[in-house]
């Protein structure tokens, strides 16, 4: 009897491990895929074709910093019950709110703007037909996931639409890229003080660690509290903070390390592809999906399209979502996705509000380049500020109690802190010229 119940106890014992694993992943996860949205292609396959395996190394050094900022935005989400825009309202002066809340606002609909253009124009590349056509659906069905489907099964699909980042890892493995001049280059960089490599690094960091991911995670921290009877917010049920605060932190360094993983591959197959065939002005996802196909074939272009339809399906609601949370809470408005939506107008209003004027924008004849730059420009300007205020509210008993930063964190969010302000200076340096 012993030998006959082993198996199945071993069998059922796999399934529900993995189950576990799959469950602790959630905001962490689906911040670090958001990362890697349209836009973030369009940068990462730019840097791979203009300096080719020479910013590999950008991936290593920018994901403690991308890890640590996240987790503080987890944490005070968890710790407080409140998201980072709630948080701010409570601790600091109404104007300053309402400014970093409008460039969040401005900044994520023109990021929406340019990932939408993106989505529809890889799609046109895969089924021809007319662009418009393609742009208008990829926003209609961005907008239809968040408003038409509630948050508990919402996030499931969210999870899944992850795997479609792998098209990246996939495309690259295809290609056969020589190894050793891409792992010298990320494990032993030459780095340039040249005026072109100093604006590919701003922008490497502009687009890894942006304001709306911070909201974002910090938001469905909350969200999840809300959701689930049994827990609280840690400062004032103490007793679940081990287990939560262990799961936010795997689930972080999962979610980042993906993300890092993806951007990586990116930057591999347009070095490895349009670097090598000397095709280094790259603007868009689609421009680089295009002229992979001479160089790559039919289905690695094919997969990298896809891919940027995929992404998008997946960073367009985190964008609209992180802005409607903020908004909401400036304005304490009910705010949940698992709300039904006449239970939440003016929440789904913001969602719905954002996710129209980026698809418009499409249509408005403005360039998709100027559209990301502006959202960079903004992003720029909002992440320091935003940085320092998380670090403050993460070291402030009134808001974490007694689970405040533990020094480590501290000394990391601080460092990264340090380095956005000072791409933001390096960023306002660069327009002036």
């Known amino acids: 009897m012993v030998k006959d119940a082993s198996p199945s106890s071993a069998a059922k014992t796999k399934p529900s491990y ?6 602790r992943l959630g905001p962490g996860l689906i911040t670090g895929a958001a990362d890697d949205d349209p836009s973030g292609i369009a940068t990462y396959s730019q840097v791979g074709a203009q300096f080719g395996y020479g910013m590999l190394w950008t991936m290593l050094f920018s994901f403690p910093m991308m890890t640590a900022i996240q987790e ?6 968890r710790v407080s019950g409140l998201g980072i825009a709630g948080n701010i309202r409570r601790h600091y002066p109404r104007p300053f709110l309402y400014g970093i809340v409008l460039l969040l606002l401005v900044a994520n609909i023109f990021n929406i703007g340019a990932d939408i253009g993106a989505m529809g124009a890889a799609a046109a590349l895969v089924c021809p037909g007319p662009l418009a056509l393609f742009i208008i659906l990829a926003g209609g069905t961005c907008l239809g996931l968040q408003i038409l489907i509630p948050y508990t099964r919402y996030v499931k699909y969210l999870k899944w639409l992850t795997l479609s980042l792998f098209a990246y890892v996939v495309t ?6 020589p190894r050793w001049p891409a ?11 040249h005026a072109g490599y100093l604006t590919a690094l701003i922008a490497i960091l502009g687009t890894t660690i942006s304001p709306y991911l911070f909201f974002w995670q910090a938001s469905e921290e909350v969200e999840d509290v809300r959701l689930n009877s049994k827990e609280q917010p840690l400062k004032n049920s103490p007793e679940q903070a ?65 891919g940027i339809v995929g992404t998008g399906l997946l960073a367009v609601p985190v964008l609209a979502g992180s802005a409607a949370y903020a908004v909401s809470e400036v304005f304490r408005w009910p705010a949940s996705l698992q709300k039904k939506p006449g239970r939440a107008v003016r929440f789904y209003a913001t969602i719905g509000g954002a996710t129209i004027l980026g698809l418009l924008l499409n249509f408005l004849h403005l360039n998709p380049i100027k559209a990301l730059f502006l959202s960079a420009v903004v992003n720029g300007v909002v992440a320091g500020p935003v940085m320092a205020v998380m670090m403050l509210l993460g070291r402030n008993p009134k808001v974490m109690g007694k689970f405040i930063l533990p020094r480590g964190l501290r000394i990391a969010g601080w460092a990264a802190t340090a380095v956005m302000v000072l791409a933001s200076i390096g960023m306002m340096v660069t327009i002036k010229r």
Do not use: C, K, W
């Open 18 to 23: 993995a189950a576990e694993i799959l469950r």
């Open 72 to 77: 503080i935005s987890a944490r005070i989400g």
């Open 172 to 177: 690259s493995l295809i290609l056969h890229e």
């Open 183 to 193: 792992i010298r280059s990320t494990f032993l960089p030459n780095i340039s003080l």
């Open 242 to 306: 081990p287990s939560q605060l262990q799961r936010i932190r795997f689930d972080t360094l999962v979610g980042m390390a993906f993300s890092n993983v993806v951007a990586f591959f990116i930057i591999l197959t347009a070095a490895s592809t349009l670097y090598s065939h000397g095709l280094h002005d790259i603007q868009t996802a689609d421009q680089a999906a295009r002229a992979l196909a001479p160089l790559a074939g039919r289905f690695a272009f094919s997969i990298f399209a896809l």
